[in-house]
């Protein structure tokens, strides 16, 4: 059976009308792109030519598949970083625009990871997963967008909480020298945030050995904080654009977590190899040097990564970026030129002493040279009012005992303001990775206030104060509550308080001397 001439038409035009669709489908588009050419490779950075077109902080491709950001752009050449392995770079290979500046992968799908600045993973786990990619320069939230800070961030540290408190949305400097236990006041501040806290963590690691990163995943994995933390990793022998760039993706993934309201802690450990890295390009572009070799604007490399650290008004969340910047002094100089920088960015800091350290005082923060500008504010009225004084009586303390030193003949009032404080030195310190709970930091406090320690010979304390941690536990829950609120330290609070610790502690004090017979004189 023969189809009618019109059928056969139809189905003609409908055919090469599909055609015509597929052909303009898989049609190929010119796109001019311009391409550059390497003139010269040198360590973590390299000098281009032949990208008219490129911008300041653009991503650049080179062979490999190996990413490099514009970062000094001349009328005749491009200085570009390096951002990974750039060994197999010669002069003469091409290089490309890609239009867009340098972004990281954020969400949850990092909660758990460890990851390099790229967003590549470094644990095994498998490529991480997320839909959202965030620039890693940012502005900082305008001063009509954040809150005043209200909430307190609990260390679990007694020395912190009680002398030197940090508010959620606070930057508190950790300064010291090597070896003081800067580290490990961060890591502890992050395991202090396992359970009702809610607070989510970044740890950035910029220019540490691998062995010292692997000890503190090991760490964080063995107590159960992996789950809320996001570690972002820059080895020490990475190329120095990796260094550069860490903090700042690690503070575009906390600012997404903290612009979807969520409470986020960060910590930068530490940003004295950040500078140096900065230095070390700089130097190697031929930007002129300032004061220490570092360039002009290494102040403001700083400044902008901390100022995004804040708090939101509700109305935009209500979230918060608590920052935790670690520098290392040397020989104890903090009015050297990068600590000095990071004095006046920051809202406090918290010193460790060497000396402090090498007495076993740990953690070692030396009460006199730390402040904190802000937590005050945000600590909670129950802590104000067992902590109000300690700070004082320890300061005094510290006078007097340098002067009793000289051999001086002491009144029984200084002796006793000298032992009254050996007891707080004794409460303040606390072995690494056991953070105290709010409780039971208000019960210790208390007690040493009311002069319940006194007693306690100086040997004992460490045994007196366990006992008294444990006791905390059997403070009525409604007591507990109350301590977790703005609401003030009421008596009848304080007296429960009081009577479980002065039962927990009776089994140290002293017992008293049996009174000497008297003799029959019959």
């Not at 050419?37 to 902080?57: E, H, M, N, Q, R």
């Not at 007694?158 to 010291?176: F, N, S, T």
Request: proline share 7%; aromatic share 6%.
């Amino acid at each position: 059976m023969s189809m009618e001439p019109e059928t056969l038409q139809n189905d003609f035009d409908t055919a090469f009308a599909e055609l015509s669709q597929v052909r303009e489908a898989f049609k190929p588009e010119l796109r001019p792109r311009e391409v550059g050419t390497i003139l010269s490779v040198a360590t973590g950075i390299a000098k281009v030519s032949g990208l008219p077109g490129v911008g300041f902080d653009e991503l650049v491709t080179f062979p490999g598949d190996l990413l490099g950001i514009a970062f000094n752009v001349d009328a005749d050449e491009i200085g570009v970083v390096l951002l990974g392995e750039y060994w197999h770079l010669h002069a003469g290979d091409e290089v490309l625009r890609t239009g867009r500046v340098m972004d990281v992968a954020v969400g949850d799908g990092l909660l758990g990871r460890v990851i390099d600045p790229l967003g590549r993973p470094l644990d095994g786990k498998g490529p991480v997963v997320s839909n959202q990619r965030l620039p890693i320069e940012r502005p900082a939230p305008p001063i009509m967008d954040r809150a005043p800070v209200t909430v307190p961030l609990q260390t679990g540290l007694k020395a912190i909480d009680a002398l030197i408190p940090v508010g959620r949305g606070q930057r508190e400097l950790i300064l010291g020298d090597r070896q003081t236990g800067k580290s490990t006041i961060a890591i502890d501040t992050i395991l202090n945030q396992r359970g009702d806290q809610h607070v989510l963590c970044v740890y950035c690691a910029i220019g540490q050995r691998a062995s010292a990163v692997a000890k503190t995943v090991a760490t964080l994995l063995e107590k159960g904080a992996m789950d809320y933390t996001v570690i972002v990793v820059a080895e020490g022998n990475d190329p120095p654009g990796l260094a550069y760039i860490a903090p700042y993706a690690a503070t575009s993934i906390a600012e997404s977590f903290m612009e979807a309201g969520r409470d986020v802690l960060i910590v930068y450990d530490d940003l004295t190899q950040h500078a140096r890295s900065y230095r070390e390009l700089s130097l190697l572009l031929r930007r002129p040097p300032g004061r220490e070799a570092f360039p002009g604007d290494i102040f403001y490399i700083h400044s902008r990564l901390l100022e995004r650290a804040t708090h939101l008004r509700q109305e935009l969340g209500g979230g918060s970026l608590t920052a935790l910047p670690i520098i290392e002094t040397e020989a104890q100089d903090i009015s050297a030129y990068i600590p000095t920088n990071l004095i006046s960015i920051t809202d406090g800091q918290i010193y460790l002493s060497p000396s402090l350290f090498e007495l076993g005082v740990l953690p070692a923060v030396d009460v006199g040279k730390s402040v904190s500008r802000v937590g005050g504010e945000a600590q909670r009225a129950a802590f104000r009012a067992v902590a109000g004084d300690l700070k004082l009586a320890y300061a005094q303390f510290e006078e007097l005992e340098t002067f009793s030193r000289f051999g001086a003949r002491l009144d029984e009032n200084t002796r006793k303001i000298i032992e009254h404080g050996r007891r707080i030195r004794a409460c303040l310190k606390q072995p690494e990775l056991s953070p105290v709970s709010v409780p039971a930091q208000i019960a210790i406090l208390l007690a040493l206030t009311a002069g319940l320690f006194d007693g306690v010979p100086l040997d004992q304390m460490t045994d007196a104060e366990h006992s008294l941690r444990d006791a905390s536990a059997d403070i009525p829950a409604e007591v507990r509550d109350r301590l977790a609120t703005a609401e003030k330290l009421s008596d009848s609070d304080r007296e429960t308080i009081i009577q479980i610790a002065r039962k927990s502690l009776a089994s140290f004090q002293p017992k008293p001397e049996p009174k000497p017979e008297s003799k029959d004189k019959s």
